[in-house]
């Protein structure tokens, strides 16, 4: 069973408009963290957040913003005021305490934004 | 202090040849990871070790062999390579619960 589910394999929204990226997470640990990476066309992997099971806040980055709901297994992340060079990949990813640190990352959600 | 290196960042193989995959960080970080990226697959953990000495099995780790025989570098083995074998090869480090990626090593295997 996959872990870590990004339903939306492409969006594409028009620059200036806001954007919702959604993930959704599956663990009996009570112990995790979830992260945000971005992957731009030129195939490096950028860190954008981690959050740990413990952390419900949600955290506001510049236009970055990520809401963290435990009880619908949920860490969606929204660019505000999208720009082209938000155009890129991005993955969520799941870290479980309890096995070794294994990472587990989901299928990416492919966002292009057009001027 | 220059992260995460791969080594060679790109390489074509006939089926059935062999190569290693260097991954080194200069970090001090006790976990390191290989994973693979395939188109729609997102990464998928190969093997990864929690320290000098020690491997252990990812999500798919048929094909592949590794060994960290020091801290810094961890290897990553195909001993006889298959066109499924094609992909971005990611190494990572981690400390305090943050990956730091190298930039991939893109493996073609005709």
């Known amino acids: 069973a996959q872990k870590v589910t990004q339903a939306q394999t492409e969006i594409s929204v028009v620059e200036k408009e806001d954007v919702t990226l959604d993930c959704v997470y599956e663990?009996?640990?009570?112990?995790?963290?979830l992260f945000w990476y971005k992957q731009p066309p030129s195939g490096e992997l950028v860190f954008l957040i981690r959050r740990n099971s413990f952390d419900e806040q949600n955290e506001i980055s510049g236009r970055y913003s990520w809401n963290f709901q435990k009880s619908t297994s949920s860490f969606n992340f929204t660019i505000t005021a999208s720009q082209v060079v938000d155009s890129a990949v991005y993955f969520c990813?799941?870290?479980?305490w309890g096995t070794g640190n294994q990472f587990y990352f989901g299928t990416g959600t492919s966002l292009t934004v057009i001027p | 202090n220059a992260g995460v290196t791969q080594t060679p960042k790109f390489r074509v193989l006939k089926t059935g040849q062999s190569m290693t995959l260097l991954c080194a960080q200069d970090?001090?970080?006790?976990?390191m990871y290989w994973y693979r990226q395939d188109p729609g697959m997102g990464l998928r953990l190969i093997h990864y070790?929690?320290?000098?000495?020690?491997?252990a099995k990812g999500e798919v780790p048929d094909g592949y062999n590794v060994s960290r025989l020091k801290k810094q570098n961890f290897l990553l083995g195909l001993e006889s390579a298959a066109p499924s074998q094609t992909s971005v090869y990611f190494c990572?480090?981690?400390?305090?619960?943050?990956?730091?990626f190298g930039p991939g090593t893109r493996l073609t295997v005709t």
């Open positions: 970090m001090n970080h006790e976990y």
């Open positions: 990813a799941l870290s479980e």
């Open positions: 663990t009996r640990d009570t112990t995790y963290y």
């Open positions: 990572a480090s981690i400390m305090t619960y943050e990956q730091y």
């Open positions: 070790s929690v320290g000098e000495g020690t491997t």
